[in-house]
């Protein structure tokens, strides 16, 4: 367990401070005073969590295929890594822009055309072309004139004909911006409704870990971790989701836990990470570093007041390179002796 470990930790740096211990309740002598660099700290009252590392892989959320929705030769497509927003084209067909991405949940799952029937999804395309400036009238179910005149401005701003329809070829919903992934086809290919054409995702980073499924109990919704990218720098997480369906691969059965990032990891896709989990926490506990323990003969610990005392403590709980500790007269605020 890390908190054993974390005790061997302590030892080691009591030892690297040239500590010689000494019986009964006598304060502890450093030997060759002189030669030993003392620097100070405070005690702390803070929170203190002690973390497993754990692999995971930094990728994009909500990843999926856009496949073509016309036919033709494949002339432009957007290289991976790229973002698109509302109201561009994602790729282009015979020279001409095609696949131009809209915001909203629904897909285009009919052409839409004047006379169609009323539906939520008349209103996501309504809603689109008002934030592009392009305003139908009144947002709503109801494809009318004022549409088709809003779908007409919208075509000759894109310099597509304008006909005031558009076909399930033409506009693509996604619930916000994507980003380019993995290009499932090149520039010449000849397309047909269905064929890939590239991978895509959110904009959204997020890190996975394939968890163990019995340990389980060290991922809940809700709960913070600490991410530790490939360039060494650590970032904040929350945990989104945990599985409930368990994969099982050469005799492993895992389950898929999903963290989103208060910050960004870059530009980086599909690069491993480390995963801090929080295996047990002290909340509002004394706090020294770990390098201001030092050890009693025959047992025990005492921290080193500036002042010369020794103060007799229980350590607690191992975390981040500090240790919580307890002791009589012990208080926040009080500086101590470390080892440098």
Known sequence: MRRVLAGGAAAAAVAA?????????????????????????????????????????????????????????LTKLREPGSTVTRGHSLYAVDGAPAAFLLYGELPAWRDFEPGMDDGEDVRQLERNLRAL????????????EDTTEAVERFQRAQGLDDDGTLSRGEV???????????????VGDQLSPGRPVTDFSSTEQVVTVALDASRQRLAREGDRVRVT???????NGRIEEVG??????????????????????????????????????????LAVPVKALLARQGGGYALELV?????????GLYADDMVEVEGAGLREGQRVVTAE
């Open 307 to 315: 002042d010369g005392r020794k103060v007799p403590v229980t350590p």
């Open 244 to 285: 409930t369906v368990a994969t099982k691969r050469d005799d492993e059965v895992t389950i898929e836990v999903t963290i989103s990032l208060r910050k960004g990891g870059g530009n980086l896709d599909q690069a491993p990470v480390d995963v801090g989990f929080a295996v047990e926490r002290r909340k509002g506990v």
């Open 133 to 144: 400036g392009h305003a139908p009238g009144r947002v709503d179910d109801e494809w009318d």
């Open 229 to 235: 990218l490939p360039s060494g720098r650590t970032v």
């Open 172 to 186: 693509v919903f996604r619930p916000g911006a994507i980003r380019i992934g993995e290009a499932k086809a090149a």
């Open 17 to 73: 401070g040239g500590v010689v211990a000494v019986g009964g309740g006598e304060a502890p002598v450093r030997a060759a005073e002189s030669t030993v660099a003392r620097s100070t700290a405070t005690v702390e009252r803070r929170d203190l969590v002690d973390r497993e590392d754990l692999d995971g892989t930094l990728g994009y959320a909500d990843p999926g295929t856009l496949t073509a929705g016309v036919a033709g030769t």
